[in-house]
């Protein structure tokens, strides 16, 4: 990466590898602007067991984020699966820990967007992006979604909302991702990198 590229943050969590399959899709869209290169990371899952440690590298899939990726980010995708509605628990942990980047401001004005992969067709894609805006706005920053000129949002019948993108993996995880839900992820890493860029030369 050149100094003149901007670096955008895609952080996220998958279980079964749906929501990395949307964060892939959105990270092509970053890349496929001039000037913004997309920067996969996860989070490690969390256990009720308190001996339970992750490993230091993820056995497959993005690297863990660190604190100084939010530091260095021009803008940040978030992603969850939903769990009855909400982000997921070690997506949850990981914001809970950014105290110190919420007082500094580390992320105050930078865009960000939301995405999320359920089980069922209506088993809280809204209700989970929105959750995950929560600590966002709390961060200050810029929320974006995916506007109804993507033409995509009225035809999509297994995911993708004005809210962020998302998907409607089956219980088993194995629906493969949509034409539909693949233009919209696609459409919404395009938007953050051109909001970045605009922002930066503002």
């Known amino acids: 990466m050149n100094s003149s590229t901007l670096p955008i943050l ?3 969590y998958s279980r079964h590898g749906s929501t990395r399959k949307l964060a892939e899709l959105i990270g092509q869209g970053i890349d496929s602007v001039a000037g913004c290169e997309a920067r996969l990371r996860t989070v490690p899952a969390v256990s009720t067991v308190t001996e339970a440690t992750a490993p230091d590298i993820p056995t497959e899939g993005a690297p863990y984020v660190e604190l100084r990726d939010l530091e260095e980010c021009a803008a940040l995708a978030l992603g969850s699966p939903t769990r009855f509605g909400n982000m997921a628990a070690p997506m949850k942990y990981f914001w809970d820990g950014t105290s110190s980047q919420w007082l ?3 992320l105050a004005s930078k865009p960000a967007c939301v995405f999320t992969s359920t089980g069922s067709l209506h088993g809280g894609q809204e209700t989970t992006l929105l959750s995950m805006m929560l ?5 200050g920053m810029l929320l974006l979604g995916i506007p109804y000129t993507q033409a995509e949002l009225m035809t999509t019948s297994s995911g993708g909302t004005p809210y962020g993108a998302s998907h409607w993996s089956g219980v088993s995880g194995t629906q493969a991702i949509s034409a539909d839900t693949r233009a919209l992820a696609i459409a919404l890493g395009q938007r953050l990198a051109h909001t970045a860029i605009k922002l930066r030369n503002a």
Do not use: A, C, I, Q
């Not at 600590?135 to 961060?139: A, F, I, M, T, V």
């Open 10 to 12: 895609v952080l996220y």
């Open 104 to 106: 500094s401001g580390t």
């Open 135 to 139: 600590p966002l706005l709390h961060h």
